[in-house]
T-cell receptor
Framework: EAQVTQNPRYLITVTGKKLTVTCSQN?????MSWYRQDPGLGLRQIYYSMNVEVTDKGDVPEGYKVSRKEKRNFPLILESPSPNQTSLYFC???????????????FGPGTRLTVT | LAKTTQPISMDSYEGQEVNITCSHNNIATNDYITWYQQFPSQGPRFIIQGYKTKVTNEVASLFIPADRKSSTLSLPRVSLSDTAVYYC???????????FGTGTRLLVSP
């Protein structure tokens, strides 16, 4: 089954304790991205990756790191989490657009993170 | 990125047809119009995309007038399970970034 998986689905942690949220896709997609969703602010892009070893900042990258060593994985790293990073996080993937065709993005189930 | 405007919320009853209109006045020539659906605490799910005229799939229809400055998502005979937020997006050619606005919150009642 084609899917994007995220782990963990729920996480409660304390300020300053490093954590990693994993994201994996089995569709051989080049493009992967992380979003966070907060009430009243909608979905905002954190980081994205056009392909292996190629990553770039989205709209709200502060406090986050990513890496793309393999095509299927795109982990989100919070080196020193703070309470303002409490949010619902989504990973997404798609084929890269080379023509005017549009390729839909597939979203993971979400990771609900609480930082106290 | 083409800015989109859509109603904040809509109410409907089971069995009715629901039409959600989105305006995108500065859409570029090669931009596609896409719609996503999101249930509470779940990731958005792609519904439909189109470039011009009409597109239909098993879930919805998308109507796009000739000037492409607006589009209408049509959900036939909605059910309670169609209660969700619907996002209209216009990602530009060669670029995957999705800019989600507030979407349209559809509430379907019995």
């Amino acid at each position: 089954e084609a899917q994007v998986t995220q782990n963990p689905r729920y996480l409660i942690t304390v300020t300053g304790k490093k954590l990693t949220v994993t994201c994996s896709q089995n569709m051989n997609h080049e493009y992967m991205s992380w979003y966070r969703q907060d009430p009243g602010l909608g979905l905002r892009q954190i980081y994205y990756s056009m392909n292996v070893e190629v990553t770039d900042k989205g709209d709200v990258p502060e406090g986050y790191k990513v890496s793309r060593k393999e095509k299927r994985n795109f982990p989100l790293i919070l080196e020193s989490p703070s309470p303002n990073q409490t949010s619902l996080y989504f990973c997404a993937s798609s084929f890269s657009r080379r023509t005017s065709e549009y390729y839909e993005q597939y979203f993971g189930p979400g990771t609900r993170l609480t930082v106290t | 990125l083409a800015k989109t405007t859509q109603p904040i919320s809509m109410d409907s009853y089971e069995g009715q047809e629901v039409n959600i209109t989105c305006s995108h006045n500065n859409i570029a020539t090669n931009d596609y119009i896409t719609w996503y659906q999101q249930f509470p605490s779940q990731g958005p799910r792609f519904i439909i995309q189109g470039y011009k005229t009409k597109v239909t799939n098993e879930v919805a229809s998308l109507f796009i007038p000739a000037d492409r400055k607006s589009s209408t998502l049509s959900l036939p005979r909605v059910s309670l399970s169609d209660t969700a937020v619907y996002y209209c997006l216009v990602p530009p050619e060669g670029f995957q970034k999705l800019v989600f606005g507030t979407g349209t919150r559809l509430l379907v009642s019995p």
